[in-house]
């Protein structure tokens, strides 16, 4: 396993931009899929976006399809969620999850490592 830290959360209004890190530990975190997933106050954890990597394939939530990027740096092993024309209905605890399997999960048990999340908060 790895040991992920969430960073760049925070509050803004709507339209703005918001770039989220996931800074993780261990030296094979290149041989890792990570994905972002969200949890709004009450409702289930859902994913957001995703990053394989065996060929750095992406894989978007419809909701933020066309306003939200993931990316990786291998040598810094952080992936990024750049974040542009938020909604409030983008407020929630984004968390970060890896796991070395072959394919991509777009599922919460499809991943075996998790950060503890930050907080997005995005006011009309």
């Known amino acids: 396993q790895v040991q992920l830290v969430e960073s760049g959360g925070g509050l803004v209004q709507a339209g703005a931009s918001l770039r989220l890190s996931c800074a993780a530990s261990?030296?094979?975190?290149?041989?890792?899929?990570v994905a972002w997933f969200r949890q709004p106050p009450g409702n289930e954890r859902a994913v957001v976006a995703v990053?394989?990597?065996?060929?750095?394939?992406?894989y978007y939530a419809d909701s933020v399809k066309g306003r939200f990027t993931i990316s990786r740096d291998n040598a810094k092993r952080t992936v990024y969620l750049q974040m542009n024309s938020l909604k409030p209905e983008d407020t929630a605890v984004y968390y970060c999850?890896?796991?070395?399997?072959?394919?991509?999960?777009?599922?919460?048990?499809?991943?075996?490592?998790w950060g503890q999340g930050t907080q997005v908060t995005v006011s009309s």
């Open positions: 999850a890896a796991d070395p399997k072959y394919t991509i999960s777009t599922t919460r048990s499809g991943y075996t490592s």
């Open positions: 261990g030296r094979t975190f290149s041989l890792y899929n």
């Open positions: 990053i394989g990597w065996r060929d750095s394939s992406t």
